[in-house]
């Protein structure tokens, strides 16, 4: 006869199994997710932040010891974050990542690139021996708070969008990659000529164009006027004597003229009759 205590323990074992697997397995982690939603919460505060992406070897590599520091958090009052690029361009935009994993530690808004080893061990000293301080912050003007940052955000956002309706066309209305280059260069020559249309209208309506009128002709004083007269006055005189002399000049040439035409018909007329009898 088998022992009636013997399916017991087995049965007990399943219990304890199943009873410490949502611990093992389904433990919450300490590493928290920052989105375009709630980056602010970088501004305030001790934080360290990893930038990665789910197909990069060497970020599934850093995940268990980034994990581990995270359970460090707490004793090294030190926010321990992640964020995934693939999911948030708009954050690797902001905060120029070019390189993946990238670590960023920030410290109440000022923000410092790790560039030391990546393993726990060196995690807990760079904040508990506030290595940190050794480094140089990042510029105010490249900040991810800045405006140069946000617009930076905005096209990196754009270009996810763009490349978004890029598949759409292709995988899902079946159009050809030619077609999708076409919408997108007559959506980019209306959005140009409405941009620049908006931006001749608001220029006009800060800085309006004021109409000239015509000047008024600006007549002389009787000053200038008697001024510039004298001179008129002595041309005029100076033709005047000039024509004068010439109308007594030619009046002398007529009358020598005059005077010389009948002696030359007296002659010729006495040279007449001479003139014929030699002839004859």
Known sequence: MAPSGSPAVP????????????????????????????WRELLEGDWMIEFYAPWCPACQNLQPEWE????WGEDLEVNVAKVDVTEQPGLSGRFIITALPTIY????????????????????????????KSIEPVSSWFGPGSILMSSMSALFQLSM???????????????????????????????????GLCMIFVADCLCPSKRRRPQPYPYPSKKLLSESAQPLKKVEEEQEADEEDVSEEETERKEGTNKDFPQNAIRQRSLGPSLATDKS
Do not use: M
């Not at 697997?21 to 709630?38: C, F, L, M, Q």
């Not at 530690?105 to 940190?132: A, L, M, V």
């Not at 759409?168 to 020559?189: H, K, M």
């Open 68 to 71: 581990s520091f995270a359970e």
């Open 105 to 132: 530690h920030c410290k109440d808004g000022e923000f410092r690139r790790y560039q030391g080893p990546r393993t726990k061990k060196d995690f807990i000293n760079f904040i508990s021996d506030k290595e940190w």
């Open 11 to 38: 049965l007990a074992v399943l219990v304890l199994l199943l009873w410490g697997a949502p611990w093992t397995h389904g433990r919450r982690s300490n590493v928290r997710v920052i989105t375009d939603e709630n």
């Open 161 to 195: 969008w763009i490349r978004a309706c890029h598949n759409y066309f292709i995988e899902d209305l079946g159009l050809p990659v030619w077609g999708s280059y076409t919408v997108f260069a007559l959506a980019t020559l209306f959005s140009g000529l409405l941009l």
